[in-house]
């Protein structure tokens, strides 16, 4: 099984085109939309990766002209950005930001990576796609894989949790990417949506979004809710890389955020 790698744009799309281009085993990028309050820092990274990244199909889709895909994904006149990879849905986005693409991207390729591992290998774009073990972007976490990005994260790792209708989340999100970028190799930075994630959540008693965390092999070492500005924000990371923990038992994210 490969990717199928063609030229492409995102091209807008009927309900009988759709469903071809649905079809077969390389991820599709939807974008319900027809024009009418779609951000323009999405509408830029939406093309841009369509034209760039040839590992994915981008499409758009006018939900009023497409009410059967519109009434297939649950959606409605707001801009919606879907990801479907093997005929499930694993990316929803109502009202995506420029910040929300790179995250579903990756989710994509996750899913990719675990269901034909050789993929990426050959189709893999050479400038865009990192073939070493250097994150330079967020990472999507859930409850499934807190343990092996976090945990068990060789780097320290700040933790945002968020969710898509917070405010402050949304003013915080280029910051951190920023952030990502500058300190690659040295730190993680990983989101979990509290929302899809309730059992994170729940275990670390998160009570207020955006909530920042920081863990370094296995301790919590910051635990803060509320934005942070830039510079504060550049500076706490720049201290837990500094920072020097003893070797300690593992434990599990309840024993982190302090339950018994």
């Known amino acids: 099984m490969r990717w199928t790698v063609t030229d492409q744009q995102p091209t807008l799309l009927t309900d009988e085109a759709l469903q071809d281009a649905l079809l077969g085993d390389q991820p599709v990028l939807i974008l319900f939309s027809n024009g009418e309050?779609?951000?323009g820092d999405f509408k830029v990274a939406f093309n841009r990766a369509a034209a760039e990244d040839k590992r994915f199909k981008f499409v758009q889709v006018d939900p009023r002209k497409s009410p059967e895909a519109a009434a297939r994904f649950?959606?409605?006149?707001?801009?919606t950005l879907i990801g479907v990879y093997c005929g499930e849905v694993l990316v929803k986005r109502p009202r995506p930001w420029g910040t929300d693409l790179p995250l579903a991207l990756e989710l994509l390729e996750q899913a990719v990576k675990d269901r034909n591992p050789e993929a990426l290998e050959d189709n893999s774009p050479g400038e865009v796609e990192e073939k070493n073990d250097v994150i330079?972007?967020?990472?999507?976490?859930?409850?499934?894989?807190?343990?092996?990005?976090?945990?068990a994260s060789d780097i320290p790792v700040l933790v945002d949790f968020w969710a898509e209708w917070c405010?402050?989340?949304r003013m915080v999100a280029p910051i951190l990417d920023k952030l990502a970028k500058e300190f690659a190799g040295q730190i993680k930075i990983a989101k979990v949506n509290v929302d899809e994630n309730p059992g994170?959540?729940?275990?670390?008693?998160?009570?207020?979004?955006p909530n920042l965390m920081i863990i370094k092999q296995r301790t919590m070492i910051f635990n803060q809710p509320g934005a942070l500005p830039e510079a504060a924000l550049r500076d706490l990371i720049q201290q837990a890389i500094a920072l020097e923990i003893p070797a300690q038992p593992a434990e599990t994210p309840a024993q982190a955020s302090g339950q018994q």
Do not use: N
């Open 167 to 169: 405010g402050p989340c």
């Open 136 to 151: 330079d972007h967020p990472v999507t976490v859930t409850d499934a894989t807190f343990e092996q990005e976090v945990l």
């Open 200 to 209: 994170l959540a729940q275990a670390f008693r998160i009570m207020s979004i």
């Open 74 to 79: 649950g959606v409605g006149d707001k801009p």
């Open 37 to 39: 309050g779609l951000r």
